[in-house]
């Protein structure tokens, strides 16, 4: 692992970011089309990068690390509630602000951003593994996620939500793998090509939905600060402690502590506009700990060499 190579990375999906930024701030684009280019990538582009990625998988996956990574992902989103839950008291989080911090610790930026990071830090065939986690992510948020994000609890569940591109193409992924089959080679690089555009978009939405706050408002969210030290750095070196002596393998080993250690998932703001819930304090989460993973990430990686 080449430590440039994942710092550069990160640099360039923070100007990607600027541009998003900027281009709103500018009225090149409006906020509706921020909305409108998110769902786009959750409905298009995601789902293309998590189909094309089974064919980078390596010929000689083990089946065994596969399993693994379903057990270890779903045992991620039951523990995490209950160490959300811890983090918030620590903090001395405000009570109506506790479940929108307990969120963004839970489900942290694992397609937008976690995905073109794994690949470039290692290789196209990792984003497979990393879309096992992102079924499992899809599922929790949009159960427990939704729970906590919307004030009306259970009763705003949605049954269709588990009918979204997103989810469907991850477990077709998992099936087309689990046969060995493959798309056609036309349609595999259609996807390829178009679910490669994800990261950028994704980064242009978020600098998007930031224009929308006065960025000095963002730093002078204090508590903020000991959050990203908990979530970016605290938390994945704990897990990486622990799951050291479980996954032998390092190479998936690294897979899971890189994508504990991204930011805040922009399905934050997201939920926060859907669900009438703290907006700004969740546009805030997303671009601070995303501006701080431009650091933290490369620290994380740099353990794992």
């Known amino acids: 692992m080449n430590i440039n190579v994942v710092i550069n990375q990160m640099l360039e999906l923070f100007i990607i ?174 996807a390829k090509t178009v679910g490669s555009t994800t990261s950028a978009l994704a980064m242009i939405v978020i600098g998007i939905a930031l224009a929308e706050i006065p960025i000095k408002s963002v730093f002078t969210e204090i508590r903020l600060y000991p959050y990203v030290i908990i979530k970016q750095i605290l938390l994945p070196l704990f897990a990486w402690i622990v799951l050291k002596n479980v996954i032998v393998n390092p190479y998936l080993l690294g897979i899971v502590i890189v994508i504990i250690a991204m930011p805040v998932a922009t399905s934050t703001v997201l939920f926060a506009n859907q669900y009438e819930n703290n907006v700004c304090l969740a546009t805030k989460g997303v671009f601070i700990t995303t501006l701080a993973s431009v650091v933290t990430i490369p620290m994380i990686s740099y353990l794992l060499m």
């Not at 969120?103 to 951003?113: A, P």
């Not at 290692?122 to 919307?150: H, K, Q």
């Open 17 to 190: 970011l600027t541009l998003g930024y900027i281009s709103a701030k500018r009225k090149i684009v409006s906020p509706k089309f921020g909305a409108q280019l998110s769902n786009f990538i959750l409905s298009i582009t995601l789902p293309c990068m998590m189909l094309a990625s089974v064919a980078s998988m390596p010929k000689d996956t083990d089946h065994k690390e596969v399993v693994m990574m379903f057990v270890i992902a779903i045992l991620f989103y039951i523990v995490m509630p209950f160490i959300a839950y811890f983090i918030t008291r620590i903090l001395l989080v405000k009570k109506e602000d506790r479940h929108l911090y307990m969120y963004m610790t839970i489900w942290s930026n694992v397609g937008f951003m976690g995905f073109p990071v794994i690949a470039s830090i290692f290789g196209a065939g990792a984003i497979f593994y990393a879309t096992i986690f992102n079924l499992i992510f899809n599922v929790s948020n949009f159960t427990l996620g939704i729970m906590l994000m919307s004030k009306e609890g259970r009763k705003a569940l949605d049954v269709k939500k588990f009918l979204s591109p997103g989810i469907m193409a991850s477990i077709a992924s998992v099936i087309m793998f689990s046969l060995k089959l493959q798309l056609p080679v036309l349609l595999n690089d259609t």
